[in-house]
C-alpha cells in the first residue's frame, strides 16, 4: 500500500501543480473551469486506454520507445503553454483592467482556451500513464488490489490537496501583479518540461548531453524528496543537469520570453 500511495502522490502532484498553475494564470477568463475539465476528463481517459493495452504498449515502448514518446508528450506541452503565454502578453493588461473594473469575466480567444485543453490534459495523459505504468510493476510483484487500491486512494488525495493549495495562493496574488507573476510560473514550467524532454532524448541517443552533469546538488535537495518534485514540477529543477538540458531551458526561456517581448509591443 505504502508503494501505491507513494507513486500516486508523487504523479498526481505533478500534474495537480500543473493544472493549478494553468487555473491561476486564466483566471477571470469565461469558459476555463470548462475548457481545463474537459482536460482532465480527457487526460484521464487516455491513462485508462493506456491501462487497457498495458501489454501492448509495454512492448512496443521497449527499447527507445518510452524516452522518445515522453520527449514527444513534454514538447507539446511545451508549445501549448507558450502559445498561451503569448497570446496573454497580448491581452493581459486588458484582461486585468477589466477584472479591476468590473470584477466580471472576459472572453478569451478560442485558440487560446485550445491550448489550454491541450496543455491540461497533455499533463494528466503523461502522470496517469506513469501511474498505470507504475503500479503495473506493483502487482507484477505481487501486491495486493486491494491493497494498491487503498494506496491509490490516500496518493490521489493527498496529491490533490497540495495542489489544491497552491492554486489557493496563486489565487491571492494582487490583480495588477496577477497576469505577469503567473506568466512567469507557466514560463517556468515549460522550459522545465523542455529540459526534461532534453534529458528523454539524450536517453535515447537522439541528442548528445555535451557534458553529463553541469553540477550536482543531491546533497543539498534530492531531486526524489517531496520539495524536489514540486520544483521539478513548477521550474524544471534537476539535482544533476546536463549541459543539453540547461541549454533546452535557457533557449526555451528566451524563444518564449522574446515572443512574449514582442506581443506586448
Known amino acids: 500500500m505504502i508503494a501505491s500511495a507513494i507513486i500516486v502522490f508523487r504523479e498526481v502532484?505533478?500534474?495537480?501543480?500543473?493544472?493549478?498553475?494553468?487555473?491561476?494564470?486564466?483566471?477571470?477568463?469565461?469558459?476555463?473551469?470548462?475548457?481545463?475539465?474537459?482536460?482532465?476528463?480527457?487526460?484521464?481517459?487516455?491513462?485508462?486506454?493506456?491501462?487497457?493495452?498495458?501489454?501492448?504498449?509495454?512492448?512496443?515502448?521497449?527499447?527507445?520507445?518510452?524516452?522518445?514518446?515522453?520527449?514527444?508528450?513534454l514538447l507539446t506541452a511545451v508549445l501549448m503553454l507558450g502559445w498561451h503565454n503569448i497570446w496573454m502578453s497580448r491581452h493581459g493588461k486588458r484582461i486585468a483592467a477589466e477584472l479591476k473594473r468590473m470584477g466580471s469575466e472576459v472572453h478569451l480567444g478560442?485558440?487560446?482556451?485550445?491550448?489550454?485543453?491541450?496543455?491540461?490534459?497533455?499533463?494528466?495523459?503523461?502522470?496517469?500513464?506513469e501511474i498505470v505504468l507504475f503500479l503495473y510493476g506493483v502487482a507484477a510483484n505481487g501486491a495486493g488490489a486491494w491493497s494498491i487500491l487503498a494506496g491509490g486512494?490516500?496518493?490521489?488525495?493527498?496529491?490533490?490537496?497540495?495542489?489544491?493549495?497552491?492554486?489557493?495562493?496563486?489565487?491571492?496574488?494582487?490583480?495588477?501583479?496577477?497576469?505577469?507573476?503567473?506568466?512567469?510560473?507557466?514560463?517556468?514550467?515549460?522550459a522545465g518540461m523542455a529540459s526534461q524532454a532534453a534529458a528523454f532524448l539524450n536517453q535515447a541517443d537522439l541528442l548528445p548531453a555535451i557534458r553529463d552533469s553541469i553540477w550536482n546538488t543531491s546533497w543539498l535537495l534530492s531531486g526524489q524528496s517531496l520539495a524536489g518534485n514540486i520544483l521539478k514540477t513548477l521550474v524544471g529543477y534537476t539535482p544533476d543537469p546536463s549541459a543539453m538540458q540547461l541549454v533546452f531551458y535557457a533557449g526555451t526561456i528566451l524563444v518564449i520570453g522574446g515572443l512574449m517581448k514582442l506581443a506586448q509591443e
Open 153 to 190: 486512494v490516500l496518493g490521489l488525495a493527498g496529491g490533490a490537496a497540495v495542489g489544491f493549495a497552491l492554486y489557493l495562493g496563486i489565487m491571492k496574488i494582487p490583480v495588477r501583479y496577477f497576469f505577469r507573476a503567473t506568466g512567469w510560473m507557466i514560463l517556468l514550467l515549460a
Open 110 to 129: 478560442r485558440k487560446s482556451m485550445t491550448a489550454i485543453f491541450a496543455a491540461t490534459a497533455i499533463a494528466v495523459l503523461r502522470e496517469g500513464s
Open 13 to 73: 502532484l505533478e500534474a495537480a501543480l500543473v493544472v493549478a498553475v494553468i487555473l491561476g494564470a486564466t483566471k477571470g477568463l469565461k469558459g476555463r473551469g470548462a475548457w481545463v475539465g474537459w482536460g482532465i476528463a480527457a487526460g484521464v481517459l487516455g491513462a485508462l486506454v493506456v491501462a487497457a493495452f498495458m501489454g501492448e504498449i509495454s512492448q512496443s515502448l521497449s527499447g527507445v520507445g518510452q524516452p522518445i514518446f515522453e520527449a514527444s508528450v
